[in-house]
């Protein structure tokens, strides 16, 4: 039942074990909260998308979503993997550098910057997908190698309205009349390659959605090609490829996703396509990681609350948007699930929720739970809120483990 949520999942007398290891073992040698990585499901959902991309598509880019996990041991690895990087912030792309990335793997797609933060990407040779005609109007030197604006279209699609990301409402990108007149400007001051960028919304698992959002930009790119006498050296179309994160969601067909996208590009431009170009986050790491966690109290009050280490500091998605997370005691994996109940975490906010009204085995203090479809958008998003520390992460090998990142705290409270 949880096959959909990650692979490698089995019951031995009553533990949860993932790729052989016991769970609740795990969480008491490295102790809570702790979030655990497969590098082997890494590995494999790159693997995925690259072997669906590459069967209809030999000019691609598979840039990974920084902001879904920075993790250096894993930007790492995804760079071996052969991927690029897609930076929102000049933090990211110092992550990016850092990490072994060449300046032609690493593409800039910010809202809302600096002058400086987009002149410090240009004068590392890092290509710009600018959010707005005006952002593009604030660098000061206009001879740049190559231009591409985030173009946003009437339609959007994400699980939430808070990762919706194109369509009215949305914040990012710009309207194609003045994406238009930015290339025209560009064009002026002499710059000779053009892309197009869209990113319409998150954890989408209707491959129909890929199919619309390839169709509408290509129909803007090859409008402006026409008006301009330019053509595009790159068409990315974002990311947003979805996972399951309740047991019984359906998982994405990437195979169809791309077919529909590759028809697209076919029925517009024939045979001499632009490079695609995605941005994959969550389909790289999602499912690839598991919160563990201890329960240290349990209310049965109007409601029943579960008290643990997990609070919204470490998990604030479903605070943020109402996200669902699958929960379970790693410890009573096949006891009834009976126990109707909120599992809450330490901060002093009343949305300190990582479940709601879900059925867990009946719990007892000490008991470790899993928080499953946690290796993107978890520890990137985690705070220091309360004092608390940034859970320390773990890496499965296919013999043993390692510690990627220790424990953070914002300071030394011991010195103070
Ligand atoms: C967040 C983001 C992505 C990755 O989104 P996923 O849904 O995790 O694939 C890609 N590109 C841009 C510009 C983004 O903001």
Redesign the pocket.
């Known amino acids: 039942m949880l096959d959909s949520l990650a692979s490698g999942l089995s019951i031995k007398n009553g533990y949860l074990f993932w790729h052989e290891r016991n769970l609740y073992d795990m969480a008491k040698k490295f102790k809570t909260p702790l979030i655990v990585y497969s590098k082997e499901d890494i590995i494999n959902n790159y693997t995925n998308i690259n072997n669906s991309i590459s069967k209809y598509f030999t000019n691609y880019e598979i840039k990974y979503?920084i902001?879904?996990n920075n993790n250096k041991y894993i930007l790492r690895l995804i760079k071996n993997l052969g991927a690029g990087v897609?930076a929102?912030s000049k933090n990211e792309i110092i992550d990016a550098i850092n990490s072994g990335f060449k300046s032609s793997k690493i593409s800039f797609?910010p809202n809302n910057v600096s002058p400086e933060e987009l002149e410090f990407a240009l004068n590392n040779n890092i290509n710009i997908n600018f959010d707005s005609l005006n952002q593009y109007r604030l660098i000061k030197n206009k001879d740049i190698k190559s231009i591409s604006f985030r173009i946003k279209t009437d339609y959007g699609k994400g699980e939430f309205k808070g990762i919706t990301?194109s369509g009215k409402g949305s914040k990012f990108g710009e309207i194609p009349k003045n994406a238009l007149e930015g290339y025209k400007e560009a064009k002026e001051n002499g710059c000779k390659n053009f892309g197009m960028h869209i990113?319409a919304g998150?954890?989408v698992r209707d491959y129909k959605h890929f199919k619309k959002v390839t169709n509408d930009i290509l129909n803007i790119a090859i409008n402006f090609e026409n008006k301009l006498n330019i053509k595009f050296d790159y068409i990315d179309i974002?990311?947003?490829?979805g996972i399951p994160y309740r047991p019984n969601e359906n998982i994405l067909d990437i195979d169809k996703s791309f077919e529909k996208i590759f028809n697209a590009f076919k029925s517009k431009y024939k045979n001499d396509f632009p490079e695609l170009i995605i941005?994959?986050?969550?389909?790289l790491t999602g499912n690839a990681g598991i919160i563990l966690g201890t329960v240290y109290d349990i209310k049965k009050h109007e409601i029943n609350y579960v008290g643990t280490d997990i609070g919204m500091n470490v998990l604030i998605r479903p605070a943020l948007y109402g996200a669902y997370h699958h929960i379970e005691i790693v410890n009573k994996i096949d006891k009834i699930h009976n126990f109707k109940c909120d599992v809450t975490g330490q901060i002093c906010e009343n949305t300190d929720r990582i479940g709601k009204n879900i059925l867990l085995p009946e719990p007892s203090c000490n008991d470790i739970i899993a928080v499953f479809s946690s290796g993107?958008y978890v520890q990137t998003m985690a705070s220091h809120y309360n004092g608390r520390e940034i859970p320390e992460e773990l890496l499965l090998l296919k013999t043993g483990e390692r510690i990627i990142k220790k424990r953070e705290i914002k300071r030394n409270y011991n010195k103070n």
Do not use: H, I, Q, V
């Open positions: 979503a902001k879904a897609d929102s797609s990301t990113m998150s954890n974002g990311g947003g490829f941005e994959p986050g969550r389909y993107s």
